[in-house]
């Protein structure tokens, strides 16, 4: 069903040191039955056909969606939860509407290949990203956790030319 306003509560991480935020949004509605329709559009990370859960990796953030609520990890504040959060609920309301177009999938998509990302970063593992090497790195972007910006020696040809392979694997999210 639609989702037409939801009820957002913030939470700190455990670790006291850590300055991002979480989010539970409460939706005025359930949309269960619509979250294989929104693996298919979305390309989910994860899906849990018994709880049932989707959970997406987009930009650094783990996202994931139950029959009524919406979790997000890693917030800087909670003006990019209200971006994430309506972007949501466009994607929700516009796949509801199209829901009889869209073949329900109940598996997981395909993840960018590490070594073709390897390929393309500096490979100097000068550790600027926070990681201890650029293979490391790599495998963060292919799981959704980091993203070209996160690697500051990059030149803008490889950087384009990573975002524009990573695009092929996921949707268009939030701006
Ligand atoms: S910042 Fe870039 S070049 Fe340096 S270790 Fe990380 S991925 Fe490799």
Redesign the pocket.
Known sequence: MRVKSYRKEFALPPNPKARHLRCYAHLDGNIGELLPHLNTVLGGHQYDKETPSLTLKFKGKLITLYSQMIAINILKDEAEADSILEWLRREINETWKRRREIEPSYEVSAKPRILDILRL?????????G?A??MV??TQVSEGVSCPD?????DEPSRRKLQKYLDAYQPACWS
Not at 121 to 126: D, R, S
Not at 150 to 154: H, V
């Open positions: 970063l500096p490979k100097t593992n000068c550790q600027q990203c990681q090497t650029c790195f790599a996160d690697c500051p020696p990059m």
